[in-house]
Nanobody, 122 residues
Framework: QVQLVESGGGSVQAGGSLRLSCAAS????????MGWFRRAPGAGREWVAS???????SYADSVKGQFTISKDYAKNTLNLQMIDLQSEDTAMFYC????????????????WGQGTQVTVSS
């Protein structure tokens, strides 16, 4: 059974940084496309970033240069480093995993974590 558990969220001042992690069990992160999504208050779910099995990354335009997705293969954990956070980054962040090694342009994922809240105050 695949389980994805996010951690690392919290409250931060504008301009601050956070590092989110997603620990996987029953699932090998290195063999699959994985991604991060977020849902801001009152908004729909937004794709943030993806990383496929060979390490290729892609980002939403809104977070390019600000967020970095990475995999820790030893810990079987997906990470999202976020810098220069602003109030518009306030959201619930979700980790997602695919059954497949490649990431598709529709950002479709089959496995989801429960989310971790990020709150940025100005």
């Amino acid at each position: 059974q695949v389980q994805l558990v996010e951690s690392g969220g919290g409250s931060v001042q504008a301009g601050g940084s956070l590092r989110l992690s997603c620990a996987a069990s029953g699932y090998t992160i290195g063999s699959h496309c994985m991604g991060w999504f977020r849902r801001a208050p009152g908004a729909g779910r937004e794709w943030v970033a993806s990383m496929n099995s060979d390490g290729h990354t892609s980002y939403a335009d809104s977070v390019k240069g600000q967020f970095t997705i990475s995999k820790d293969y030893a810990k079987n954990t997906l990470n999202l480093q976020m810098i220069d956070l602003q109030s518009e980054d306030t959201a619930m962040f979700y980790c997602a995993g695919s059954r497949w090694p490649g990431c598709d342009s529709r950002h479709e994922f089959q496995y989801w974590g429960q989310g971790t809240q990020v709150t940025v105050s100005s």
